[in-house]
């Protein structure tokens, strides 16, 4: 067995699937494309007035968060897929396979992380006329944390997917998880704005400082501690929802 190549074998697997049915790819965009449009403006007056209020712009706070949202509700889904083909036996199928357990989950996340992060890049090329000034080093160094986002998402909804094998069961465990996590991120409005107590209970969710990093990020402070934390949190989270599900995965072809 050779993992990097079971790997590529099982990534060009799914992102020809994806590709050959871009609809989900594009219908993934079309809600932080609304954001952009119908929400960011009303933060421009917002940026200008309220005390507090992070420095960089509107869109320079905004999309930052809205880009976090795109990466954890982007691959928080990909485990009805799984379900999918658990149902229809697909998975039953590889136990008679010799590819390598884990390249079934480094595969499919490596294909939900190009398609976030290509989502990702789209967002931010149709934010520069609404407003969003970019760097180039700012940019590369969001979209790797976004990157990080994706796969510890992904990773953790097929653990979850593989656990429950029920739709019926995934879905509320898992939107009924990713909501309140963004809602205390900050993603929308920055967190400064918050009472002090609200404040406080964000500080214990780890996509509070995702947040904080890709906004450093795209203000050009690359050395900020910000980022630093924000890179630390998520990577840790990331081995960790990449050991859980490959021993889900382990299991389910064993």
């Not at 006329?129 to 097929?158: D, E, Q, R």
Request: with cysteine; hydrophobic share 60%; glycine share 10%.
């Amino acid at each position: 067995m050779n993992p990097l190549r079971d790997t590529a074998l099982v990534f060009r697997r799914y992102i020809l699937q994806t590709l050959r049915n871009p609809v989900w790819m594009f219908f993934g965009i079309v809600q932080p494309i609304m954001y952009l449009v119908l929400f960011a403006p009303l933060l421009v007056k917002v940026a200008s007035s309220a005390p507090g209020f992070p420095k960089g712009g509107a869109y320079n706070v905004f999309i930052p968060g809205l880009l976090v949202q795109l990466g954890l509700f982007g691959a928080s889904g990909v485990g009805f897929g799984l379900i999918s083909e658990l149902r229809m036996g697909v998975i039953e199928r590889f136990r008679v396979t010799p590819i390598s357990r884990i390249s079934l989950l480094l595969g499919r996340a490596l294909r939900d992380v190009v398609i976030v992060t290509a989502q990702s890049l789209l967002l931010v090329i149709c934010a520069i006329p609404f407003g969003l000034t970019i760097n180039a080093g700012g940019i590369l160094l969001a979209l790797v944390l976004i990157a990080l986002i994706g796969l510890m998402t992904a990773s953790l909804s097929y653990t979850i997917a593989l656990a429950v094998k029920s739709e019926d069961a995934f879905a509320p465990i898992v939107f009924g998880a990713t909501l309140p996590l963004l809602l205390l991120s900050g993603v929308l409005l920055p967190l400064q704005l918050a009472p002090g107590w609200l404040r406080t209970v964000a500080a214990f969710n780890p996509l509070k400082y995702a947040v904080d990093a890709a906004r450093a990020a795209f203000n050009s402070h690359l050395t900020d501690i910000a980022v630093v934390q924000g890179f630390a949190v998520m990577l840790g989270l990331g081995i960790v929802a990449v050991v859980l599900a490959a021993r889900a995965f382990g299991r389910a072809v064993a």
